[in-house]
């Protein structure tokens, strides 16, 4: 029996090595892919409401603006300080010159919302890594005394967005796009624009690390985008009688809202085509991480 003491000391300490390393490793695995939802607030930067500025400035943003949002997302893990994420989420902007300290603003007279509905594929780099922790027989335990520990990351992509601005008129609903309010598709106005545009979004994300399945979190980012047609407006007043004729009554009367008495004249400034909308986006979530089977 006592020859054999070695082998049997051999062979437990080989487990005592070997198990652990496995089921670190199967931790590993299992923390890869990871659910997420959370809710937030949106905002934008377009040619209607804002402040005292021209538009285009982050202190020209109205925050009486803001709105709720949602999100829902799942995260694959790539690398120590790397991961994709992908999401959807349903945003609601909108302006209003009403509320603009400018005066040109509040003359002109234009108000929008709009519901936006983005899918966004994401590439974070994690400048704080996530902490795995260790895990041994007894399960999952931390480094040092029980904490909520944390990850801080940076993160860059892409979301195709669907948009329709809308806007209420003698205590009605209507979606702006199909009314051509520049004149779109007329001989001498701008082309009509999509519904569907592109968003590149930058931003910032913070977790806290619950337990080994379950974190919290906050991520903002700013949405750059490829149209100018997020409010429905982006350059000048069209020939008013023009648009009556293409579009009807209404969309002549919202295209030309002036309180002044130069209302239905065409060529003034109505929006700013030199720089395209921007919105904003903050989500606070909800992240679970999947085993694997």
Do not use: W
Request: charge should be positive; glycine fraction near 12%; charged fraction near 20%.
């Amino acid at each position: 029996m006592l020859t054999k003491l070695p082998t049997y000391l051999s062979v437990a300490v080989l487990l005592f090595i070997v198990v652990p390393s496995q089921a670190q490793n199967k931790y590993r695995k299992q923390i890869k892919h990871e659910l997420s939802g959370g809710i937030g607030y949106a905002n934008c930067l377009t040619d209607l409401g804002g402040g005292q500025g021209d538009g285009g400035y982050i202190r020209d943003l109205d925050l009486n603006m803001t709105r709720p949002a949602a999100q829902i997302g799942y995260r694959i893990l790539i690398g120590n300080k790397t991961a994709f994420k992908s999401t959807f989420s349903y945003l609601r902007v909108g302006g209003d010159d009403a509320n603009s300290g400018n005066l040109g603003r509040r003359e002109r007279n234009l108000n929008f919302t709009s519901n936006i509905y983005e899918l966004k594929l994401q590439f974070e780099y994690y400048l704080v890594e996530e902490p795995e922790g260790i895990y041994n027989f007894s399960g999952f335990r931390y480094n040092g005394p029980f904490r909520f520990d944390y990850s801080l990351y940076l993160f860059g992509g892409i979301a195709p967005f669907y948009f329709n601005p809308k806007t209420t008129y003698q205590g009605q609903t209507y979606a702006l796009r199909d009314l051509t309010t520049e004149g779109q598709g007329l001989p001498d106005g701008p082309d009509t624009y999509g519904s569907i545009a592109l968003a590149i979004p930058l931003g910032i994300g913070f977790k806290y690390i619950i337990n080994r399945q379950i974190s919290v979190g906050f991520e903002t980012s700013v949405r750059f985008t490829t149209t100018d047609y997020l409010d429905d407006v982006s350059s000048t007043y069209h020939n008013q009688d023009a648009i009556r004729q293409q579009s009807g009554d209404v969309a002549a009367a919202l295209a030309d809202r002036r309180t002044r008495d130069n209302r239905g004249s065409s060529g003034g400034i109505r929006g700013n085509p030199d720089n395209n909308d921007v919105y904003f986006a903050g989500f606070f979530s909800f992240n679970y991480k999947l085993k694997s089977k």
